[in-house]
């Protein structure tokens, strides 16, 4: 009988590991406070990455890449400052990543008005050590976050 190669291909390929976890934890670090000014990484996700916000849904790489490209466009566009203010990203279980954070901006408009929200960003990782889900959750409704836009910037 033939000793199984299981534990050693468990091993070899699981690469969800706490150094591996580290290096995904310090390129979102990396990557996401600049994420409306510039593109990310794509390496650390997988082709058919699942993404879900308040507002999306979708699979797959090409539209993960055009969600972000969309972010910078529009983010360019409406607004006079924007930011994405990081404040924690930390291992969650074995098999994912935790990110909490805050958007806020000023809107292109005479009366400057301000938008602010905070979110937690969830991510689930593969055996292999990529991301293939990425879970965002707001703390407030997007119509309430677009009312945000009708109203004066406070003094």
Known sequence: MEPSSEPSEISAN??????????????LRQDLPTLFEQDISYDIYTQDIF????VNTFKGKLNYRIIFWTLR???RLFFSELHFDLHEVKPLGKG??????????????PWQAQIFFNGYSTYKLTPAGLIDEHIDTWDRQPSEILRQFFRPKNP
Do not use: E, K, Y
């Not at 699981?14 to 390129?27: A, F, K, Y």
């Not at 993404?51 to 308040?54: G, I, M, V």
């Not at 994912?96 to 408009?109: D, E, H, Q, S, Y």
């Open 14 to 27: 699981d690469r969800t590991d706490q150094s591996h976890i580290d290096r995904l934890i310090q390129i």
């Open 73 to 75: 466009f529009h983010g």
């Open 96 to 109: 994912g990543i935790l990110a909490n954070w805050t958007v806020r901006g000023t809107l292109r408009v």
């Open 51 to 54: 993404f879900r916000d308040p």
